[in-house]
């Protein structure tokens, strides 16, 4: 291991040992994994994760739906338990950590911010699409009001270039934000994609506004973007245990740990502790292991929102579709995070089954 | 009798395409358009197009109904102007169709609850999700109780004007209501979703229905092919993509457990009278007011103008 020898003498003599980089880890096993369970934990599950991930030393623990507060629905799939119970439950069992919730505008709305609250969540992380920043304004500003920390949330965007991405942090830094994500919710993005993004983002909002990153492993990328982000400088980064999360998952949190660990950044957080909590409380609760297979593969290469998975696999098999075929022609549609009734409109077309011709003239009588 | 004079409030986009839309009415009249802007292009578009028009807001529409004989003022400003003025149409004889948010008087949709509101002085026009959901939940709940519906309404970014942008909430709470008071569903939720393709999508509305046990799936059907065909009467563009799809559940909803539900996806496309054939949200908007313009016209001002005529 000369190489890695050789890296560490680099980091001790050029700069000061004491000085180790610091970024703030936000675990969103109980959010974004709550995709990959169907959105089904109970509260018995949030509290078992939520406890060992405090115990561990994680910072922020994201918990709701896994299309954010108010997400449960016919579209993305009902909770199995209302969310304000999971929150409730994981509250409190949680003495060090931040309890954060997504919100998306349009899903959910400003007021449910004020429940949450209530609750115990105090990191209140909105999130759009990654041209519509403009919507969450409204949802920044409740959550300024409300003294939560505000986070931005720009989805899906390996999907616009990153001085167009800035432009749209902007607006939610000047809603008050006080970190705005490069969220990679396709899990699309190769190294140089979320480097140039988070690089962009450092380079044009103010230096008291953190930029973040979210990774999704659908080109095996996720911890290679993440540390990319990182060497941007990066404040904070996302990571699920075990990688339980939408699609092929997320960046695997006890990786994370270990890999910053191993290139000189600090989470804060106990690596055989993070480990443990993976390997004994969230593997146990996996409906099937995080793998890079043809289905999540294709979302990575077509671009497509990781949520979309579960939805995308029912609709092929009910309608007797490749899902591949499913995946590609949505990205191809560039629909967006939330058109989840796209799944089923284009798994039937690409079925045969498409009368939309014949209920034309039908339709206007 | 002659075609019923009307004043239309608000000289952008939405006002231009009403103004459009209203030209072509065998039963109303636009006869002026009202702005604050002497340099709109909206009036003077509308001057052109043969109307009167005036700068100087809804004061001087006021001033001048008597002249102008204006019955009916189509309100396409903001939901704060309109609550500003709501009162003194209401006091002047006018009856105002609201497409703000205002939401100062009932809500209507035309095949579902126009007729039960037509004696009102203040008409609100919902939301675009509202106008092409909530015929549909309407639909079903004639057939059968819905004890959950829920409407995903997707529109280009594009047709997302500012005033959505920064109330996107209202979108979503009014339309969420609407499908419970007027649709005539135990619990509704609504969704909205930006997408800024390009070339912009057209308008589309997935709308779900919980269902109890053993429903009649082909009157539920025809129920709702009966609506959409009355729908598009007054909004060329609305149409079914797909017949409605039938799913056994059990779904556990807001409304509680469900046995099936069934799922609608329908699509929008505008006429283009001014604004784009993929706003057909902005499109159902105006084409819904004209249309509760023109029962007004039929069912109340036709017995008042010529009561000769009805006795």
């Known amino acids: ?365 | 009798m002659g075609r019923i004079p009307i004043a239309i409030v608000g000289s952008g986009n939405i006002g231009t395409d009403l103004a459009r839309k209203l030209l072509r009415s065998s039963l109303l009249e636009p006869v002026v358009m009202v702005g604050i802007d002497p340099a709109s292009e909206g009036l003077a578009r509308a001057r052109q197009w043969g109307m009167e028009t005036s700068a100087d807001g809804v004061p001087w529409l006021l001033a001048n109904r008597a002249r102008l004989g204006v019955l009916v003022v189509f309100e396409a400003t903001s939901a704060a102007i309109h609550a500003r003025h709501a009162a003194d149409y209401a006091s002047a004889g006018i009856v105002a169709i609201d497409l703000t948010p205002a939401s100062i008087g009932p809500s209507v949709v035309p095949p579902v609850n126009l007729r039960e509101h037509l004696d009102r002085p203040n008409l609100n026009m919902i939301t675009c999700g509202g106008q092409a959901t909530i015929p549909i939940v309407a639909a079903v709940t004639r057939v059968t109780d819905v004890p959950y519906a829920e409407i995903v309404s997707t529109i280009s970014s594009r047709s997302a004007g500012p005033g959505t942008r920064q109330n996107i909430d209202e979108f979503t709470v009014t339309t969420a209501r609407g499908l419970e008071a007027i649709g005539g569903a135990a619990r509704g939720k609504a969704i909205i979703v930006l997408n800024p393709a390009e070339p912009p999508i057209l308008m589309r509305n997935t709308v779900y229905c919980a269902l109890p046990e053993d429903v009649d799936r082909s009157a539920i059907t025809a129920s709702i092919e009966a609506i959409v065909a009355e729908v598009s009467g007054y909004v060329p563009g609305y149409r079914l993509k797909s017949p409605p799809v039938f799913d056994d559940g059990p779904f556990n909803t807001p409304g509680g457990m469900a046995a099936g539900r069934v799922t609608v996806f329908l699509e929008v496309t505008g006429q283009g009278d001014f604004l784009p054939a993929y706003a057909g949200n902005l499109d159902i908007m105006t084409a819904s007011a004209v249309r509760v313009g023109e029962v007004l016209a039929v069912d109340r001002f036709a017995a008042t103008a010529a009561p000769g005529a009805a006795a």
Not at chain 1, 45 to 61: C, E, M
Not at chain 1, 130 to 143: F, S, Y
Not at chain 1, 210 to 219: E, T
């Open chain 1, 1 to 365: 291991m000369s190489m890695q020898d050789a890296g560490q003498d680099a980091v001790e003599t050029v700069e000061q040992p004491s000085a180790a980089r610091r970024y703030r880890l936000t675990d969103s096993t109980l959010r974004d994994g709550s995709h990959a369970v169907a959105h089904q934990f109970t509260p018995e599950q949030a509290a078992a994760v939520a406890s060992a991930l405090d115990r561990a030393g994680v910072p922020v623990i994201e918990i709701s739906h896994g299309d954010g507060i108010g997400g449960s629905s016919f579209n993305y799939g009902f909770s199995k338990v209302d969310e304000r119970a999971i929150i409730k439950a994981a509250a409190q069992v949680v003495h060090r950590a931040k309890l954060a919730a997504l919100l998306l505008p349009g899903i959910g709305v400003a007021d449910d911010l004020q429940e949450v609250q209530a609750l115990g969540v105090s990191v209140a992380r909105i999130a759009t699409h990654c041209t519509e920043a403009d919507i969450a304004v409204q949802h920044i500003g409740m959550a300024k009001r409300l003294g939560m920390e505000a986070v931005g949330f720009l989805m899906m965007a390996h999907m616009i270039e990153p001085k167009q991405l800035a432009s749209q942090a902007l607006i939610m830094e000047d809603a008050g934000a006080d970190c705005v994500y490069v969220v990679d919710s396709a899990g699309a993005m190769t190294v140089h994609d979320a480097r140039a993004r988070v690089a962009e983002l450092k380079a044009r909002l103010r230096p008291t506004t953190q930029v973040g990153v979210h990774a999704h492993n659908n080109l095996s990328l996720a911890v290679a973007n993440s540390i990319g982000a990182l060497e941007e400088g990066v404040d904070q980064v996302d990571g699920c245990s075990r990688g339980l999360g939408a699609g092929a998952g997320n960046c695997p949190t006890e990786v994370l740990v270990a890999v910053s660990e191993r290139v000189g950044y600090q989470t804060g957080v106990d690596l055989f502790g993070i480990m443990d909590v993976a390997e004994d409380v969230v593997a146990p609760i996996m409906r099937r292991p995080q793998l890079v297979d043809r289905s999540t593969l294709t979302l990575g290469y077509a671009g497509v929102y990781s949520s979309f998975l579960l939805h995308a696999e029912r609709a092929a098999a009910r309608f007797d579709v490749d899902v591949r075929e499913i995946l590609l022609e949505l990205g191809r549609r560039r629909v967006v995070g939330g058109q989840e009734d796209m799944i089923v409109d284009v798994a039937l077309e690409l079925a045969g089954m498409d009368p939309a011709s014949r209920y034309r003239g039908r339709a206007r009588g």
